[in-house]
């Protein structure tokens, strides 16, 4: 990739390959386990732990949670809609956020910069941001409460002021400036284009913020139909928390089938494993945002 | 009087940049600024009746639970001291991966382990506390297994309180790696080649350039993330703590966190009020510091500084 | 510089606060009857029936928020349909049933109460805070309501039901008048205590008997599946007449059924010490595994599975019989025993009616027609039936002419028995049980021989005197009393000397002193 690799010392690339080998086996680890006991039988699992192969062998994990696949396929629907729509809107609002606020003839820059800094320490605590949008903004039950909260956060503006203002050169700016262009023209034409790598990387972090997120359904959604696909593998595992936490006293008898194990294991594999082959699909854009810098050069 | 006219000139100046910001203020207004009425509650003894703005006002009744125990000043030490760790040791890591991935050729490998590099960021910690159970307890855990075929002792981990900071950096470190390694990599990428063939043509080495460059070039990243995690200082990482140490009493001397500890406090007896006078307390200690420590990178380098 | 930012920012917030106030509650609440009669005017030619049978006027149609904890059945929307459909001739009402799933469910049941949308009708129980919630004026009264809106529920409750769920007098609550035990027991494997002649668990000295022997000769099985230390309870609950069926009595009191005035601590007293020293002898036994305190599996599940021998807490006799048709189907050849906790005490104790019940929170639009809803789901079996037990044909069956069948599994059964969590509306003559339940009824015979009141449930403890104390010693129990109680302490006097000193320190004498006397105050009330 970079061509000055050639003095690289072959020293340092061997460290280089076994460090990182060694950490990639060290991250796959509880998956593998993970993956063997979504592949065991729950009284084995619980007889006798998990093994990186199965004791024995059961699909019964994964029969459950195939059991309701309509429910599954539109969680999933669900979370891709929300996923796209919010990446795809929270981008642009951060992108142009980032903008302005590097741009250093943007006499406020550090005062926004501020104003937006500042929520991440100080908050009201849930109960009146639920109020808020339960009961001043009726969002309850709708998707847009799975969007709209999450479009933007603190940390990706900031992030992304960052990347624009080492991507792009101040000079560029002026020049454009007198070519006539207007400020939004600037960050539409030539911003976009040269800041790639930062945006992939803040849109891969949108996304999967999004992917991952499982609190909003929690407290906005009653409508089983409109849950996130996180929900339904946070829904099982809290389940089985519930049941085994919940004393004797209670008399608390569930009716359905209670999730087991492996189901869990099997949830957690399936509401997963897409995403991680998405990430490949992602990185491109590295690569891409790479060649477009080193045309700018 | 003047400033107002120097903020009318401005506004009129830059008009569409004003207009781009629109939407970002909005959302953080109503998003954010607005449920922030709630910082009262703190002050409250909340009834359903009153509500908000009618409940009793109680003044810093909320606050009592947080030092009755006489444990505050050793939560919120520990609190910052794994912040600290967590901060030094995953930033230092994942600069030194970024850089050693950036360096790396074969284009499969590189995303193969990037890919898997980035799995355990999925890994609810729910699930991660079970199959730490699994790895680590005294009967039948992995790690005791493989210590006794080697003919050694087992270690109780989970009565040995030494070994929890240790355990839980390394948790920490796993699975957030993946995530700060990729803001580097982006970052590196940024990275003009101009500056590597300048120096390949003064001749520097590898271990030269990466020093002298792309290290370097890596600050203003670097000071992002130290601020925004400097501000949550003493917030954060619930889950982490929470679910690997859950009701092991031994352990709580060495992680015992103030998020943990407020959760067990008002588990069984929710209390709006207790909850955000905990929360107040623990933001204005980061807004506190993170004043100092902006204020600081401002003297050196205006361009680092966050606002 | 940084002063002119504060104060900018205080402006903002007092702006927002300004505002948020501005448009508070009470707005919001004369905003909605509107749409809500818009929506009937379409309707207005269903007002020849303005008023039911009970006197309630009917004229407008609504909808009732109606919201339980737990997870919605598959079939929800087909049953609410059809409630729908009932309600509608007969209340001029619909019902949307919304659930909370047991995703955070205490903390969405909290935000439900005190964020002011308006529902009508939600889940009571003593766990989740029924007392506390009624005393802060989060439900209506329902006193004057109930002859009114629903006579005949009023009628069909017991009077001392009533009573028992009165909350500084007043009625907040809808109790269910199903008569159940959930009192605790010791499930053991019958099987290996045969193969091995070893004593039935019935007492202390029994219980260690049978568990040393399970130690010696089955090596590889759990003696006990207790997890997180829970057995203190237990044990308890096997050598004391305790007051309280379940659940200790908190804070380390020492309340017996017997002398129900005489309030001492347990805690610190010479037989805790007595207990501790036992429990760190049956740690050092193996009866359970060193790291017992970060267990994530249920102990049922870990006992149903057949991994241990004896279970102490959590089984009660509903869930014991649930262990038995799960070894029955997994391993016919097994065995299991149970002796409940009651025979050791002498007297059972059926649930307290604040157990199971529902109430009308005071965000409430139509707490009339709510009220009358829930007495069509109490007391017309078409509704209970719908809501307990689904569709008759295509999701059960009556069997025999009086048990419950299932159609098909509770895998692909969209609704299971009592798949709507109705705990609460269960009516006694509408009930239908599985076959394998009579092993359960007629445990619950056994109980009713030896039934004694529940005083202790209706208790209504107001912790705000001591709010911050009773967090603090929470804390202090966890970190100093949980390693005793599972015996990881080496040293258990000393370690019991630092428990109470820091739980002194965190103010455990206030506690007590302040919860004895609402203790007493209660009892004088009740008239104990």
């Not at chain 1, 049941?243 to 209670?258: H, N, R």
């Not at chain 2, 959302?27 to 509500?51: E, H, K, R």
Request: proline fraction near 4%; aromatic fraction near 14%; charged fraction near 20%.
């Amino acid at each position: 990739m970079k061509d000055n690799q050639a003095g690289m010392s072959l020293s340092f690339k061997i460290i280089s390959y076994v460090i990182i080998s060694f950490l990639s086996l060290a991250c796959l680890f509880p998956f593998l386990l993970m993956i063997s006991g979504s592949l065991t039988s729950n009284e084995s699992i619980i007889r006798d732990g998990f093994h990186l192969i199965p004791q024995v062998f059961s699909l019964e994990g994964y029969n459950m949670v195939f059991t309701f696949p309509d429910q599954l396929i539109k969680a999933y629907s669900v979370t891709i809609f929300v996923t796209v729509v919010g990446t795809v809107t929270g981008l642009f609002l951060i992108t142009m956020a980032g903008y302005v606020l590097q741009r250093k003839d943007f006499k406020y820059r550090n005062k926004f910069s501020f104003f937006i800094y500042f929520t991440t320490l100080f908050g009201g605590g849930l109960v009146p941001w639920y109020i808020m949008i339960t009961n001043y903004f009726n969002l309850g039950d709708t998707y847009a409460v799975l969007i709209l909260p999450g479009l933007m956060t603190p940390f990706l503006i900031i992030l992304m002021k960052n990347f624009i203002k080492s991507a792009v050169p101040d000079e560029l700016f002026d020049s454009a400036k007198i070519d006539g262009a207007n400020d939004f023209r600037i960050y539409y034409s030539i911003v976009l284009k040269l800041s790639m790598p930062g945006i992939a990387t803040v849109g891969l972090f949108l996304a999967l913020s999004y992917w991952n997120d499982w609190f909003l359904s929690s407290l906005f959604i009653n409508d089983s139909s409109k849950y996130q696909l996180q929900y339904y593998l946070y829904n099982m595992i809290n389940t089985m928390l519930f049941v085994s936490q919940m004393s004797s006293g209670t008399g608390v008898t569930l009716a359905q089938e209670i999730p087991t194990e492996s189901t869990k294991m099997a949830m957690a594999i399936v509401v997963t494993g897409p995403i991680v082959f998405l990430y490949p699909f992602i990185q491109r854009y590295f690569v891409k945002g790479l060649t477009v810098g080193a045309v700018k050069g | 009087m003047l400033k107002k006219r120097g903020f009318l000139f401005e506004l009129n100046k830059n008009k569409i940049m004003f207009a781009m910001l629109i939407p970002t203020v909005l959302f953080f207004l109503i998003n954010s600024y607005f449920p922030m009425v709630g910082i009262y509650y703190a002050f409250t003894s909340y009834d359903f009746a009153g509500g908000l703005f009618g409940s009793p006002f109680v003044g810093l009744d909320n606050f009592k639970f947080l030092y009755q125990s006489g444990i505050l000043w050793k939560l919120t030490l520990n609190t910052i001291g794994y912040n600290l760790v967590f901060i030094v040791i995953g930033n230092a890591l994942s600069i030194a991966i970024a850089i050693l991935i950036s360096e790396i050729r074969g284009k499969l490998f590189k995303k193969l382990t990037q890919s898997i590099m980035f799995l355990p960021y999925f890994m609810s910690f729910v699930l991660l506390s079970v199959l730490a159970y699994n790895m680590f307890n005294f009967e039948s855990g992995f790690v005791n297994q493989l210590l006794k075929s080697m003919g050694l002792a087992a270690v109780d981990i989970y009565n040995t309180p030494w070994l929890w900071p240790i355990l839980i950096t390394l948790f920490y470190i796993w699975k957030n790696l993946g995530y700060s390694m990729v803001i580097y990599l982006a970052s590196i990428m940024g990275i003009s080649d101009e500056y590597y063939e300048a120096a390949k043509i003064d001749g520097a080495n590898i271990l030269q350039r990466i020093w002298h460059i792309t290290v370097p070039m890596l600050k203003p990243t670097f000071v992002v993330l130290l601020l925004f995690a400097l501000g949550s200082i003493m917030k954060g990482q619930f889950d982490l703590f929470y679910q690997l140490v859950g009701n092991n009493g031994l352990l709580y001397n060495v992680t015992d966190i103030i998020d943990t500890y407020v959760y067990r406090s008002l588990k069984v007896n929710f209390d709006i009020g207790m909850a955000t006078a905990a929360g107040l307390y623990q933001s204005l200690f980061g807004f506190v510091l993170i004043m100092t420590v902006n204020a600081i990178i401002r003297k050196i380098n205006e361009d680092y500084a966050l606002f | 510089m940084g002063k002119r930012r504060l104060l900018t920012l205080c402006t903002v917030t007092l702006l927002t606060a300004s505002m948020l106030a501005g448009c508070g509650g009470t707005k919001t609440e004369a905003e909605k009857p509107s749409v809500d009669k818009s929506q009937t005017k379409d309707n207005g030619d269903n007002s020849t029936t303005t008023t039911t049978a009970n006197g309630i006027d009917t004229s407008e149609k609504v909808e009732l928020q109606f919201y339980m904890l737990g997870e919605a059945p598959k079939d929800l929307p087909t049953i609410q349909e059809e409630i729908n459909k009932l309600a509608l001739a007969d209340l001029n009402a619909t019902v949307k049933f919304n659930f909370t799933t047991w995703t955070d469910w205490s903390q969405k049941y909290k935000l439900l109460l005190s964020s002011g949308q308006p529902i009508d009708l939600i889940f009571t129980a003593d766990w989740t805070e029924y007392q506390s919630y009624a005393k802060k004026g989060a439900f209506l009264p329902l006193d004057e309501l109930l002859p009114k809106a629903a006579p005949k529920l009023n009628e069909f409750v017991p009077k001392d039901m009533w009573e028992a769920v009165k909350i500084d007098k007043k009625i907040y609550t809808v109790p269910a008048t199903w008569k159940e035990y959930v009192t605790e027991g010791i499930a053991y494997r019958e099987d290996l205590r045969k193969k091995y002649n070893l004593p039935k668990p019935e007492s202390i000295e029994t219980l260690e008997q049978y568990l040393d022997g399970i130690r010696k000769n089955e090596p590889n099985l759990l003696p006990l599946a207790d997890n997180q230390g829970y057995h203190t309870s237990s044990v308890r609950q096997l050598t004391t007449k305790t007051v309280n069926s379940s659940n200790t009595v908190p804070y380390g009191l020492n309340i017996m059924y017997d002398k129900p005035r005489d309030v001492t601590s347990y805690w610190g007293s010479p037989q805790h010490l007595a207990d501790l020293k036992m429990y760190k002898t049956w740690a050092d036994k193996g009866y359970w595994p060193k790291n017992v305190l970060n267990i994530k599996d249920s102990g049922h599940d870990v006992f149903a599975n057949g991994k241990a021998a004896a279970i102490l807490g959590s089984e009660n006799p509903n869930r014991y019989n649930d262990s038995v048709i799960k070894i029955k189907s997994l391993h016919p050849d097994w065995e299991l025993g149970y002796f409940p906790y009651p025979n050791a005490k002498g007297f059972a104790q059926p649930v307290h009616p604040i157990h199971n019940g529902f109430a009308i929170p005071r965000t409430s639009k139509h707490p009339e027609r709510a009220l009358a809803f829930y007495e069509k789901m109490v007391t017309d079996k078409r509704y209970n039936w719908l809501t307990q037990y689904g569709i008759e044909g295509k999701n059960f069956e009556v069997e025999d002419g009086k048990y419950y069948k299932m159609l098909g599994d509770a895998q692909s059964n969209g609704f299971p028995r009592e798949g709507m969590q109705g705990w609460a509306w269960r009516n006694p003559e509408f009930m239908l049980f599985d076959k394998s339940f009579d092993a359960v009824l007629t445990m619950f015979s056994e109980f009713d021989k030896i039934a004694k009141p529940d005083i202790f449930q209706g208790f209504p403890e107001d912790w705000s005197p001591y709010q911050a104390e009773k967090a603090a010693v929470e804390q202090v129990e966890k970190q100093y009393l949980y390693p005793l109680n599972v015996g990881l302490v080496e040293d258990v006097e000393g370690g019991l000397k630092l428990f109470m000193e820091k739980a002194k320190q965190a103010g455990l004498d206030k506690i007590q002193e302040e919860y004895t006397k609402q203790w007493l105050k209660y009892l004088d009330d009740i008239g104990q």
